[in-house]
């Protein structure tokens, strides 16, 4: 069965850091790209961040480009998201979730996803 | 960045009671797009890709159609299970990914 789990998540003071963790299983991961999407409490959903499967390409949204670091260890099969610099508006929970096997690029599966506070 | 916009915020519908959810793109998506549901404490699923394929255990009652900038997801006969928020997803231009806004399908 293909798995993701979120780990990391926490209540953290606004200018702080925190790293989450989602750890793969049920699949080969290292032959596939990974996201990490969020959403804030009662709202939509929003992509934040994307590697490659060798972690060579990796892009973010512009919220949190310079305060966010997406990094991935194949051989422990897990991706990670590093996040210094949090704002209040960074409170979400926070999915990883894998991309299509072909061309394109949608999430499936999705983790469980794990709640970041952002609060004094 | 594309937009992606879904209309209506929040459908009323009866069980066993067809429901059509709209997205719209700011500009043409081709047929880039993937619908997702979401129910209450659980994170997305993935229901159609590619406009208007079906994910894998996905029921026939759900179906896509559409590409451009106008898509539609189509429930034929709602379920109790249905009872969700649906979100859109663009994957023609980025990045960034984009997704609609969504829309509640609620009990009427």
């Known amino acids: 069965e293909v798995q993701l789990v979120e780990s990391g998540g926490g209540l953290v003071q606004p200018g702080g850091s925190l790293r989450l963790s989602c750890a793969a299983s049920g699949f080969t991961f290292n032959s596939y790209e990974m996201n990490w999407v969020r959403q804030a409490p009662g709202k939509g959903l929003e992509w934040v961040s994307y590697i490659s499967s060798s972690g060579s390409t990796i892009y973010y949204a512009d919220s949190v480009k310079g305060r966010f670091t997406i990094s991935r260890d194949n051989a422990k099969n897990s991706l990670y998201l590093q996040m210094n610099s949090l704002r209040a508006e960074d409170t979400a929970v926070y999915y990883c979730?894998?991309?299509?096997?072909?061309?394109?690029?949608?999430?499936?599966?999705w983790g469980q996803g794990t709640l970041v506070t952002v609060s004094s | 960045e594309i937009v992606m916009t879904q209309s209506p915020a929040t459908l009323s519908v009866s069980p066993g009671e067809r429901a059509t959810l709209s997205c719209r793109a700011s500009?043409?998506?081709?047929?880039?797009l993937a619908w997702y549901q979401q129910r209450p404490g659980q994170a997305p699923r993935l229901l159609i890709y590619g406009a208007s394929t079906r994910a894998t255990g996905i029921p026939a009652r759900f179906s896509g159609s559409g590409s451009g900038t106008e898509f539609t997801l189509t429930i034929s006969s709602l379920q109790s299970e249905d009872f969700a928020v649906y979100y859109c997803?663009?994957?023609?231009?980025?990045?960034?990914?984009?997704f609609g806004g969504g829309t509640k399908v609620e009990i009427k």
């Open positions: 979730a894998r991309d299509s096997p072909r061309i394109g690029h949608w999430f499936d599966p």
């Open positions: 997803q663009q994957y023609n231009n980025w990045p960034p990914l984009t």
């Open positions: 500009q043409s998506v081709s047929n880039n």
